[in-house]
């Protein structure tokens, strides 16, 4: 698989597009957001994931422009479906280690919300735990500068790394991600019950919303609501969607 070489290429091809998978409050079955997921349309191999390719864009800085494309759809986007008449539909999108530890990333993110029009407080930055784990001691105030830009800011993959409370404590995140390997073999697998558990009380110490990945069974949701944990996403409500589906789907409320 020549996946470097066909990168390279991939952007001035326009052979990147965006998924959007829809958020609900699996209580009420309202609509709350949407996570907008990377897919590369690759000319031999068809839709590709970005876990085939995003490793390979990391290693050769490829992720830099690539992320600026993906920040510049999403945030394109967000105007638009605010335009439309989707006035609180909030929009998340994943940002790469190596994206979040480059000096300007908050001057860049500021230039697109100016150049695209986006509502800051209806963009959520997902930023993995390992992100923040890079021990650099000017991270709180880094991730001070784009909450005080109005974005939102969400830790995702939560669990898999090793955050101690103390450390979250002092960061300004709003809403933690249970990453889908911990939701998987709920309700029945002890260890994913006990870890899903206390993410969702670390989240209400803090202070921070919780939601949960790759809900696929009626009874993880069952599970996850009766322990307090009202927002999902997940096959069991919705796939990611191109932006057409997703329209057809969800008209803007009236
Ligand atoms: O869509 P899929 O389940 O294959 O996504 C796998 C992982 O790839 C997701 O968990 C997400 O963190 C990452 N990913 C998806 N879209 C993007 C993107 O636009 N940028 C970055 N950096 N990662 C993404
Ligand atoms: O950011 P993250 O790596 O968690 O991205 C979510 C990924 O999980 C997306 O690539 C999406 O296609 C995938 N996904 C979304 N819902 C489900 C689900 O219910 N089950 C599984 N197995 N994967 C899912
Ligand atoms: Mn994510
Ligand atoms: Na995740």
Redesign the pocket.
């Known amino acids: 698989l020549r996946v470097g070489s066909g990168l390279r290429r991939a952007l001035d091809r326009n052979e990147f597009t965006m998924h959007f998978q829809p958020q609900f409050d699996a209580e009420t079955l309202v609509l709350v957001g949407v996570e907008?997921?990377?897919r590369w349309q690759h000319p031999e191999h068809g839709s590709m994931?970005?876990?085939e390719f995003?490793p390979v864009a990391e290693e050769s800085g490829l992720?830099i422009p690539i992320?600026d494309w993906?920040m510049r759809t999403v945030f394109k986007q967000q105007a638009r479906w605010r335009e439309q008449g989707h006035r609180h539909l909030s929009v998340a999108?994943?940002?790469?280690a190596l994206q979040f530890a480059r000096p300007d990333f908050a001057d860049k993110v500021a230039r697109i919300i100016a150049e695209t029009g986006a509502d800051p407080s209806r963009i959520e930055l997902?930023i993995t735990e390992s992100a923040l784990m890079d021990g650099s001691p000017s991270l709180s105030r880094r991730l001070q500068t784009l909450t005080g830009m109005g974005l939102k800011l969400a830790l995702?993959d939560f669990g898999t790394g090793y955050s101690s409370l103390a450390y979250l404590k002092r960061l300004p995140l709003d809403r933690l991600k249970l990453d889908r390997s911990f939701v998987r073999d709920l309700p029945d697998d002890p260890d994913d019950a006990a870890i899903a558990l206390a993410a969702i009380s670390v989240a209400r110490d803090l202070g921070m919303q919780v939601i949960a990945e790759g809900v696929e069974t009626p009874g993880q949701r069952e599970f996850l609501i009766a322990h307090g944990c009202r927002w999902m996403q997940g096959f069991l409500f919705s796939e990611?969607l191109p932006v057409q589906a997703f329209d057809r789907c969800y008209p803007p409320p009236p």
């Open positions: 907008a997921l990377l994931l970005p876990g995003i992720i992320g993906v999108v994943n940002i790469s997902e995702d990611p």
